[in-house]
């Protein structure tokens, strides 16, 4: 059974860092690209950044380059979301997912989460002073 779950959210401050892991099983690991996706109350779900299992391929929605690094440890079947510099708009649900690298590029599942074959629980984040 194909599972994702997140650890690793939490209350920081403005300029504060925290680092979001997503542990995946049941699949296939390199076969899969691997998105960071936040909703905040009363928005739309965003695309946050996306990675390639097989060849580390990102892509980032521009408002968090230069602040958060996504990479994976493909032996711990692992995605992890490194965030810093973290500013109040940052503050939400952030869920991990996965779609098989056949039906989509990192930047095909950020920006669209098409064929997404599942999604993690949640991890709260909260950014405020």
């Known amino acids: 059974q194909l599972q994702l779950v997140e650890s690793g959210g939490g209350t920081v401050q403005p300029g504060g860092s925290l680092r979001l892991s997503c542990e995946a099983s049941g699949l296939t690991f390199d076969a899969f690209n691997i998105g960071w996706f936040r909703q905040a109350p009363g928005k739309e779900r965003e695309g946050v950044s996306c990675?390639?299992?097989?060849?580390?391929?990102?892509y980032y929605t521009d408002s968090v380059k230069g602040r958060f690094t996504v990479s994976r440890d493909n032996d711990k079947k692992t995605v992890y979301l490194q965030m810093d510099s973290l500013k109040p708009d940052d503050t939400g649900v952030y869920r991990c997912a996965v779609a098989r690298r056949a039906d989509t590029t990192p930047q095909a599942l950020c920006v669209m989460a098409l064929y997404v074959e599942v999604w993690g629980q949640g991890a709260l984040v909260t950014v405020t002073s």
């Open positions: 990675i390639s299992s097989y060849d580390g391929n990102t």
